[in-house]
C-alpha cells in the first residue's frame, strides 16, 4: 500500500506562491515544523529568521541566492535561512515563483545525513521532487508563473521499499 501526500497551496505574496505537503489527515508538513517550535522556546530567535526569510522570498522572488544548497546539485533542495541558524527548514524551489515548504529541525551535525530527523525530512522532498519533476514531463503538472496546476495528489513508496 503506498502512502498519499497533497501538494496544497500555504501562502500568497506577490512575487511567490509557497506551497506545502500534507498526508491525509495530518498537519501540513511546515506546519509540523513550526509546531516543534512553539513561541517561548530555545529557538525563538531561528524562527524569527525563518519567517524574516519567507516573508523576503515572497517580496522579491525565490532566487537561488535566498536560499542555502542542501541535497544533490540534480534537484531543487533547499534550505532556508541562508545566514547561520541552529534551525533548518528544508524546501523544494520549483521556480523564482514557486516554494513548497517542507518539514525540518534543529541542525546538530556536519550534514543532514548523519541527523536521522533531517535525513528523513530530505529523503521525502527528495521523493516528491522526482515525481513532479516527472510529471511536469508527462505535462500532469504544469507550473504557471506562481501557480502549480494539474494532478497534485502524489502516491509515494512506502518509506520502507525505497529503492
Known sequence: MKSTIEIELFEEYENVNFYTLRFPGEETEV???????????????????????IEQ???RGAQERYFRPESRRSDDIWAIPI????LRLYVIRLSSNIVILGNGGIKKTATY???P?????LELLQEINGYINARI???T???YQNQIFGNTILHLKPRNEKE
Do not use: H, M, V
Open 117 to 121: 530527523n533531517l535525513n528523513e525530512c
Open 137 to 139: 514531463r508527462k505535462q
Open 31 to 53: 506546519d509540523k515544523f513550526f509546531y516543534k517550535f512553539p513561541e517561548g522556546c530555545e529557538y525563538d530567535k531561528d524562527i524569527k529568521i525563518i519567517i524574516k526569510w
Open 141 to 143: 503538472i504544469t507550473l
Open 57 to 59: 522570498i515572497g517580496a
Open 113 to 115: 545525513n548523519e541527523d
Open 83 to 86: 545566514e547561520t541558524a541552529s
